[in-house]
């Protein structure tokens, strides 16, 4: 009974569903995070008559026919990259990106990585860094005897020295834009690499035609909506119940089907 199995591709589906809901659950107060969608697709159909084949009987052409379908499978599971809220922090350090954009990241092993995370400091050489200790691409070292940090919505980031009324620029934040960003590989610590799905990044100040503007003392905050993910995972259980359904279902018919005599 093709039942059986096609109810288990509906329990495995929802799993995979609630899985994608917990973690974006999981992830409701971390900084940039953007939460993902799992999506699924009709599996292969068993023709028993092809539709418009011709009626052996009368020689007519049949209006409907017979596709018996296997079940559903994961096609994929995408991440929703609209902007999150912004919240006010106070920190010189931190930073928001209003619009597109993401903030590059030196990583250790010499590739580039992208975040929507702004939640900076400087390090005890004065470079502006991740929480992690990764810097940004290109580095920027804030002087030691600095008073204070300003970072302009273009990028551009000035400090205040002792004794001087003019501050002086210390570097230029850049950010990259991508022609499909959910296609990133994301590699946690809320960073995400380039790949052939993603395109190549396009390079440059904040504020240009395309990119998004900075804000310093803001972070931008995940864009998980609660209500709608715990909506979502009542509608997923429910679904995974109605597949047990109709495998016990299936089951009972068997054992109906084996005590005929």
């Keep these: 009974m093709r039942a059986l199995s ?7 589906a929802q799993q995979l569903n609630v899985d994608v809901i917990s973690h974006n659950i999981a992830n409701m107060n971390t900084t940039g995070y953007k939460r993902q969608r799992a999506e699924f697709q009709d599996m292969l159909y068993q023709n028993m008559e092809r539709p418009g084949s011709t009626s052996s009987a009368s020689g007519s052409i049949l209006p ?6 296997v079940g559903v499978r994961a096609d994929a599971v995408g991440r929703l990259t609209e902007q999150g809220n912004i919240a006010h922090t106070g920190n010189g350090y931190d930073l928001a990106i209003s619009g597109r954009g993401y903030l ?3 990583l250790p092993s010499g590739q580039t990585a992208y975040t929507r995370a702004g939640n900076l400091a400087a390090n005890a050489d004065g470079v502006i860094v991740t929480a992690d200790g990764y810097p940004l691409e290109p580095s920027i070292t804030v002087p030691q005897e600095a008073t204070a940090i300003q970072i302009t919505r273009d990028g551009v980031v000035e400090v ?13 934040i850049e950010i990259a ?14 960073l995400f690499l380039e790949t052939p799905a993603s395109g190549a990044p396009n390079v440059s100040t904040p504020g240009e035609p395309g990119f998004g503007t900075l804000m310093q003392g803001f972070l931008e ?5 609660a209500v709608e993910e715990i909506s979502s995972l009542i509608v997923a259980q429910r679904a995974y119940e109605m597949n047990a359904r109709v495998i016990t279902a299936a089951d009972e ?3 109906t089907t084996t005590q005929l005599r």
Excluded: C, K, Y
Aim: glycine share 14%; hydrophobic share 45%; proline share 2%.
């Design 6 to 12: 096609i109810a288990a591709t509906g329990m495995q």
């Design 64 to 69: 409907l026919g017979i596709q018996i379908g």
């Design 104 to 106: 590059q990241i030196a």
């Design 160 to 172: 205040s020295l002792n004794g001087q009324t003019e501050p002086q620029q210390v570097g230029q």
């Design 177 to 190: 834009t991508f022609i499909n960003a959910a296609g990133l590989e994301a590699i946690g610590d809320n």
């Design 221 to 225: 905050l995940s864009n998980v909506n």
């Design 253 to 255: 018919m068997l054992q």
